[in-house]
Each structure stands twice: as C-alpha cells, then as structure tokens.
Nanobody, 125 residues
Framework: QVQLVESGGGLVQTGGSLRLSCAAS????????RAWFRQAPGKEREFVAA????????DYTDSVKGRFTISRDNAKNTVYLQMNSLKPEDTAVYYC??????????????????WGQGTQVTVSS
C-alpha cells in the first residue's frame, strides 16, 4: 500500500500563488507516475499535471500550461505543484494520485491506484 498526504491548499486572490505538496509513504517503489487532479463542485475530476519518476518528464492540461509546475523531491518522496497566476476557475479540491507500472493514459483517473484525501484551493475574484 501507498499513502499519499496533500498539504498547502488555502484561500488566495486572483493572480496569487500556492504550492501544494504530496508526501508519499509505504510501498512507493511500486509507483512510477505521480499526478495532480482537481474536482470543482458539480464537475468531474479532471487531470492537472503528471510527472514520471523515472525521468521527471511532465504533462499538463492545457488550461494550466505556463502557470503550474509539477516537480519532485526524491529524497523526501514528495511531489509538488507550484501554482502561479491563479484564477477563480482554478478553485477546486486538488488530489494527489499515484500510478503503477503499466499506466499509459496519464490524464485518466482510472489509471491511478492510490489517492490522497484532497486539499481545498479557493481563488477569490
């Protein structure tokens, strides 16, 4: 089993920044990709960004490109999501997720085995 714990959410004004953290523990060697998803009220969970542990290659959804950066700290087994130039439409619960070997469609929630409890991000206009 892998445990994921998010932190760093909060309330920020439009144009502000936040950094989310996702600390992993347990059988983390079984996970090869970490990602962030978000879910706004009344909407489906959507992909935000992913990073492959093997080579640190990244993917982003179009709406956050140029504003968000996903990164990792191997020593701390932690993934970060730096969010800049935040907009009200970024308001959501942000979830950290981990996928194992064989995951291909990294933008699909179904590919991920482990999930954190979520952290609320609210951007005021």
């Amino acid at each position: 089993q892998v445990q994921l714990v998010e932190s760093g959410g909060g309330l920020v004004q439009t144009g502000g920044s936040l950094r989310l953290s996702c600390a992993a523990s347990g059988r983390t060697f079984s996970t090869i990709t970490r990602a962030w998803f978000r879910q706004a009220p009344g909407k489906e969970r959507e992909f935000v960004a992913a990073i492959r542990w093997s080579n640190s290659s990244t993917d982003y959804t179009d709406s956050v490109k140029g504003r968000f950066t996903i990164s990792r700290d191997n020593a701390k087994n932690t993934v970060y999501l730096q969010m800049n130039s935040l907009k009200p439409e970024d308001t959501a619960v942000y979830y950290c997720a981990a996928a194992g070997v064989g995951a291909r469609r990294l933008e699909k929630a179904i590919e991920y085995i482990y999930w954190g409890q979520g952290t609320q991000v609210t951007v005021s206009s």
